[in-house]
């Protein structure tokens, strides 16, 4: 792997990143660009995308093109492109390639831009290297080795306009994570998953993955009402039933103790069929017969840190 190339495209990542950020000072949705480096080339070249149509999908189907296109011949190339996480603020991605490794790897940071009501523009947490599962350890090794986010930062401060502004942008982020509550719950938001309202008396939690996954990694969390009053133990049961209803079957299950709220839970783990997404369900019983559940989803690539996910969730569990 050319570690110089490499390098130079994280640079590059960062200094198109700082582009991006200085379009959404002024209150515009940033538009995607790619940026490459060639010998040809004295210096790097910044591409506007344009199509036919005006939707953004398209403009991002339209980059991506343009971007695999220029494979054969640019020493390194980044796009670049926005997206909504509406309520959790707004997100660029960034598509990172270069000589010697053609199979993009995706960055994504994640802001909070200015409102009618607030004029105020705030990056939300660090940086992301999304999907590293995706990626060979060779990779992360190299990436890791070459202080990848310091060399995204310092080619964000070379750029010539929003250079200055983003050491403040820096200064100024948004450290934490921000929460979420649910019922009398509490707990932070993880870094790198973002919260969405769900379709049910709930909230759900996605991982920020790359464009190209199709099922993104997921934790939903529920206040579900029961029948009867149960203790973990006669939930655990009940839930088991409706799982065996739908013709699957339970890989395991377990009881054991939520140290944060001292009380006792329920685990139960299965696979969708249809899917073929692992299932893990947790629910903690409330004194009201009913019962806080969280469920966590995710393709068998993405579960090991999905769980991480849901563990850290548990742990930080908090009521009001």
Same mark, same amino acid.
């Given at each position: 792997?050319?570690?110089?190339? *490499?390098?130079?495209?994280?640079?590059?990542?960062?200094?198109? *990143?700082?582009?991006?950020?200085?379009?959404?000072?002024?209150?515009?949705?940033?538009?995607?660009?790619? =940026?490459?480096?060639?010998?040809?080339?004295?210096?790097?070249?910044?591409?506007?995308?344009?199509?036919?149509?005006?939707?953004?999908?398209?403009?991002?189907?339209?980059?991506?093109?343009?971007?695999?296109?220029?494979? $054969?011949?640019?020493?390194?190339?980044?796009?670049?492109?926005? /997206?909504?996480?509406?309520?959790?603020?707004?997100?660029?991605?960034?598509?990172?390639?270069?000589?010697?490794?053609?199979?993009?790897?995706?960055?994504?940071?994640?802001?909070?831009?200015?409102?009618?009501?607030?004029?105020?523009?705030? *990056?939300?947490?660090? !940086?992301?290297?999304?999907?590293?599962?995706?990626?060979?350890?060779? !990779?992360?090794?190299?990436?890791?080795?070459?202080?990848?986010?310091?060399?995204?930062?310092?080619?964000?401060?070379?750029?010539?306009?929003?250079?200055?502004?983003?050491?403040?942008?820096?200064?100024?982020?948004?450290?934490?994570?921000?929460?979420?509550?649910?019922?009398?719950?509490?707990?932070?938001?993880?870094?790198?998953?973002?919260?969405?309202? /769900?379709?049910?008396?709930? *909230?759900?939690?996605?991982?920020?993955?790359?464009?190209?996954?199709?099922?993104?990694?997921?934790?939903?969390?529920?206040?579900?009402?029961?029948?009867?009053?149960?203790?973990?133990?006669?939930?655990?049961?009940?839930?088991?039933?409706?799982?065996?209803?739908?013709?699957?079957?339970?890989? $395991?299950?377990?009881?054991?103790?939520?140290?944060?709220? /001292?009380?006792?839970?329920?685990?139960?783990?299965?696979?969708?069929?249809?899917?073929?997404?692992?299932?893990?369900? !947790?629910? =903690?019983?409330?004194?009201?017969?009913?019962?806080?559940?969280?469920?966590?989803?995710?393709?068998?690539?993405?579960?090991?840190?999905?769980?991480?996910?849901?563990?850290?969730?548990?742990?930080?569990?908090?009521?009001?």
């Amino acid at each position: 792997m050319e570690i110089e190339h *490499l390098e130079e495209a994280l640079q590059l990542a960062g200094w198109l *990143l700082a582009e991006q950020m200085d379009t959404v000072t002024r209150g515009e949705v940033p538009h995607p660009h790619v =940026i490459l480096s060639s010998e040809e080339l004295e210096w790097p070249k910044l591409v506007k995308i344009t199509t036919s149509s005006d939707s953004y999908e398209d403009l991002v189907s339209g980059g991506r093109d343009f971007f695999s296109d220029q494979a $054969s011949h640019a020493r390194c190339r980044v796009f670049a492109y926005d /997206a909504d996480l509406d309520p959790a603020g707004r997100i660029v991605f960034l598509e990172v390639a270069w000589k010697g490794w053609s199979q993009p790897i995706t960055f994504g940071q994640r802001y909070w831009p200015p409102t009618e009501e607030d004029d105020d523009f705030m *990056l939300a947490g660090e !940086v992301e290297l999304l999907g590293r599962e995706l990626l060979p350890s060779s !990779v992360l090794e190299a990436l890791e080795s070459a202080q990848w986010r310091e060399l995204v930062d310092r080619g964000a401060e070379d750029h010539p306009v929003a250079g200055e502004q983003w050491l403040a942008w820096n200064a100024d982020r948004q450290a934490g994570p921000g929460c979420c509550s649910l019922k009398e719950f509490t707990f932070p938001v993880l870094p790198g998953w973002y919260p969405k309202p /769900a379709d049910f008396p709930g *909230l759900m939690l996605f991982r920020l993955m790359p464009r190209s996954v199709g099922s993104i990694p997921a934790i939903a969390l529920v206040s579900l009402d029961m029948e009867e009053e149960l203790n973990a133990e006669g939930m655990a049961e009940h839930f088991k039933a409706k799982i065996a209803e739908n013709d699957v079957d339970v890989i $395991s299950s377990d009881i054991f103790h939520v140290a944060s709220l /001292a009380l006792t839970a329920g685990r139960i783990l299965w696979v969708d069929s249809e899917s073929g997404m692992n299932v893990v369900q !947790v629910f =903690i019983p409330r004194k009201d017969r009913s019962c806080f559940s969280l469920w966590a989803t995710a393709l068998p690539e993405f579960w090991a840190d999905t769980l991480k996910g849901l563990d850290a969730v548990l742990a930080s569990l908090q009521t009001r």
